[in-house]
């Protein structure tokens, strides 16, 4: 069973609006949790990196949450654009050898 | 500050072949991790090397080999493909090893094994 589990695996947004990703993860603790964001053809590009502590971490329009008594981070995309329409990756970093675990990713397609 | 290459980007080899796949890190990065991306398995953790040594090795068989030169660019090895090679090879650099620092990733290699 994969360590991260994401949600939902793709989804279909208009233009302008929010939409929020999950993530569910079953190991703890850990180095870092990181949100990638793909698009079609080209390599990951990071979004977000937070360590265990923290509760939340912004880039531009997207932010991202992390509650480790539930074990859930989310990446909320706010006031989307054409340019969201990607893959977003969940990655789990452990210790103490930095073994990496990969969520499959949520499609999310921003329609005009 | 000229981002992480890759080449090629596109390869088609044959079952039983072996192929090479060349990474060159960002400028002052020392760190070269090495991933497979399928539509099956999603991105899967190869190896990561820093200062010419394999630092941590994902759970791949022994034909998947890696190593990394004095430059700090890295070449990857698959020996005896099979068709479940086939995927999208990404390559990605940081300044240091462990995943505590920033990583960029080239735009990878896609291989076809037929």
């Known amino acids: 069973k994969n360590q991260v589990e994401q949600s939902p695996q793709s989804l279909i947004i208009l233009e302008g609006k929010n939409c929020t990703l999950q993530?569910?993860?079953?190991?703890?603790?850990?180095?870092?949790l990181r949100w990638y964001k793909q698009d079609t053809g080209r390599g990951p590009v990071s979004l977000t990196i937070?360590?265990?502590?923290?509760n939340t971490k912004s880039n531009g329009r997207y932010t991202a949450t992390l509650d480790a008594d539930t074990k859930q981070s989310s990446l909320h995309i706010t006031a989307s654009q054409l340019s969201d329409s990607a893959s977003y990756i969940c990655?789990?970093?452990?210790?103490?050898?930095?073994?990496?675990?990969f969520g499959a990713g949520t499609t999310v397609t921003v329609r005009a | 500050k000229a981002g992480v290459t890759q080449t090629p980007r596109y390869l088609i080899k044959t079952r039983g072949q072996q192929v090479t796949l060349s990474c060159s890190p960002i400028?002052?990065?020392?760190?070269v991790s090495w991933y497979q991306q399928t539509p099956g398995q999603g991105l899967q953790f190869l190896f990561e090397?820093?200062?010419?040594?394999?630092?941590n090795k994902g759970n791949f068989p022994g034909r998947f080999s890696g190593r990394q030169f004095s430059n700090s660019r890295s070449e990857m090895n698959v020996s005896t493909l099979e068709l479940g090679d086939s995927a999208l090879y990404l390559c990605?650099?940081?300044?240091?090893?462990?995943?505590?620092?920033?990583?960029?990733f080239g735009p990878g290699t896609r291989l076809t094994v037929t």
């Open positions: 990605a650099s940081s300044l240091a090893a462990g995943t505590t620092y920033e990583q960029y």
């Open positions: 993530c569910n993860y079953t190991v703890s603790p850990f180095s870092n």
């Open positions: 937070m360590t265990f502590s923290e």
């Open positions: 990655v789990v970093t452990l210790p103490p050898r930095y073994k990496l675990s």
């Open positions: 400028s002052g990065h020392r760190s």
């Open positions: 090397y820093f200062s010419e040594t394999q630092r």
